[in-house]
């Protein structure tokens, strides 16, 4: 909304209109045209070019879940930037990580993040776990006219359940249709094989540390056969973005912590390269 020059410094009426916590429903009857879904295109001449994020990958533990993501954004057949980040928080015990079009998945999360504390500051509790996944859904079936015109938002959602004192992930598609995954999940372009990774080696008792050694080898593992994903790069010291949230909240591993993780991978693939893998856990 535009700011009034000869405002008192009094809130424009619409912020003081009773109606939903939902901020989304706020923005959907003031201002329209500020959500990413509603904006208008240029009529298609072509494929459209823009940065879009790749793996990302989650997994639980019996404390808590992680989630992780490659650090590589592609643009075509070029790497568009090397060290973006996809992984973010969402509130206090929940985080979302993005794959597809860059630019509007970043936009996407912020209003991920502001609609969880608008609901929070107006009904004075936190969104429950299922709540926020469902909130998200709607998000991403907003920009379903954006996603047919190749722009598409598929992210991975994680946190720990409050009520359920347990962590869950759940994964989308670009109509906005909302599944609970159980165990680990993936999504992007290298999807297919950290999943792969990931089905030979989850265990239902991981501990935090086996599961974050989890995510990252499969981050490996799809790097090794996807060219748009990332692996960890030591030359540049780019490591993985990986996350945990437990009980106690949300955390981010430290770059210290993902690194020390990611060498000890390639030291041992480099005396196996294509030897067991099970061991690294």
């Known amino acids: 909304m535009e700011a009034n020059p000869r405002s008192t410094g009094r809130l424009p009426a619409a912020f003081l209109t009773p109606g939903s916590s939902s901020f989304m429903d706020f923005l959907s009857d003031q201002s329209p045209d500020m959500l990413p879904g509603k904006r208008s ?19 639980s533990f019996p404390g808590g879940v992680v989630l ?7 643009m075509g057949n070029m790497i568009a930037q090397r060290d973006i980040e996809k992984v973010f928080p969402a509130d206090e ?4 990580g993005i794959a597809g079009t860059a630019g509007l998945a970043v936009e996407m999360v912020k209003l991920f993040q502001l609609e969880l504390e608008h609901f929070e500051k107006v009904e004075g509790v936190q969104l429950s776990l299922e709540g926020k996944a469902n909130r998200l859904s709607t998000m991403i079936r907003s920009n379903l006219a954006m996603a047919m015109q190749g722009l598409a938002v598929v992210p991975l959602f ?3 359940d409050v009520d359920r004192q347990k962590g869950r992930i759940f994964s989308y598609d670009v109509t906005g249709g909302r599944s609970e995954e159980h165990g680990y999940a993936s999504t992007g372009s290298g999807s297919i094989f950290a999943r792969g990774a990931m089905k030979k080696l989850f ?10 050694t989890l995510v990252i080898q499969a981050l490996y593992d799809a790097a090794d056969d996807d060219s748009a994903t990332g692996g960890p790069d030591v030359a540049r010291r780019i490591y993985p973005i990986v996350t945990v949230i437990t009980d106690e909240g949300f955390k981010k591993l430290t770059e210290a912590e993902s690194s020390e993780i990611a060498r ?17 856990l």
């Open 41 to 59: 295109l240029p009529p298609l001449q072509g494929a459209i070019e823009a940065p879009h994020g790749t793996t990302i990958v989650a997994a």
């Open 68 to 74: 992780a993501g490659d650090r590589r954004a592609t």
């Open 93 to 96: 015990y929940s985080a979302v």
């Open 158 to 160: 994680a946190g720990w």
């Open 203 to 212: 265990r239902e008792d991981l501990t935090e540390q086996q599961a974050t």
């Open 264 to 280: 000890s991978i390639l030291e041992r693939r480099l005396e196996q390269p294509d030897g067991p893998r099970a061991a690294l």
